[in-house]
């Protein structure tokens, strides 16, 4: 009994949640994970497209999974098994075995994020022109920011990625819908825009400088 509690405890963990990560082997990109009660759905960040559905079961430590269609080369009789750990907001995913290398190179050892539901709000032109300008992690990775007919753009030219919309969410939060990643702008005592704040696997810190 005590053993059939813990493995519906673990399934729980899993069951009807939604994960924001980057897979990553030949075509990395962000996608969501969803698991329902028993399918999972590997699914595009930018346009929710279907990359790969699935089967799945947990134990307490693991989930296994079996193909039912997609884009990977796995057959739908090859299982893969993964083990998990969920700490609060976030999992952490690694191989235990697989003969697909199209699913465990994109799974394996990879970090998750609860994904939450992104509504946009209205922001007036004023608030969003404040945010536009350069800014920069270090002199190889910086991305302008640019205000046009009432919606804010990033674009990273060096970083590979394309002019972008950025959504408000608040009138600090906004979020990067192609990469499936949340900012925070911050400001100084003065009320100035001096920075903003990726919020992806870790946090990362581009300072305005323009």
Avoid at 155 to 178: A, H, V, Y
Wanted: proline share 4%.
């Amino acid at each position: 009994m005590l053993t059939a509690v813990i493995s519906l405890s673990a399934t729980a963990q899993l069951k009807n949640t939604k994960w924001r990560g980057t897979v990553r082997g030949d075509n990395p990109r962000a996608v969501i994970l969803e698991f329902r009660k028993d399918t999972l759905f590997l699914l595009t960040v930018s346009d929710e497209q279907l990359v790969e559905s699935m089967t799945y079961t947990a134990d307490n430590q693991a989930f296994v999974v079996n193909k039912i269609e997609g884009q990977s080369d796995c057959d739908n009789s090859t299982p893969g098994k993964y083990s998990f750990q969920v700490n609060g907001d976030k999992m952490f995913i690694k191989l235990v075995s697989d003969q697909c290398s199209d699913r465990y190179l994109a799974l394996d050892t990879t970090h998750w994020l609860r994904w939450k539901e992104h509504r946009e709000v209205k922001l007036p032109a004023k608030t969003l022109l404040q945010y536009t300008g350069l800014y920069q992690f270090d002199p190889k990775h910086q991305f302008s920011i640019t205000l046009e007919n009432g919606t804010l753009y990033i674009e990273g030219p060096d970083n590979q990625l394309p002019k972008s919309p950025l959504m408000p969410e608040g009138g600090t939060t906004f979020f990067l819908k192609i990469a499936g990643v949340e900012f925070d702008f911050i400001k100084d005592a003065g009320g100035k825009v001096i920075k903003f704040i990726s919020h992806e696997e870790k946090d990362y810190e581009l300072k305005k400088i323009k």
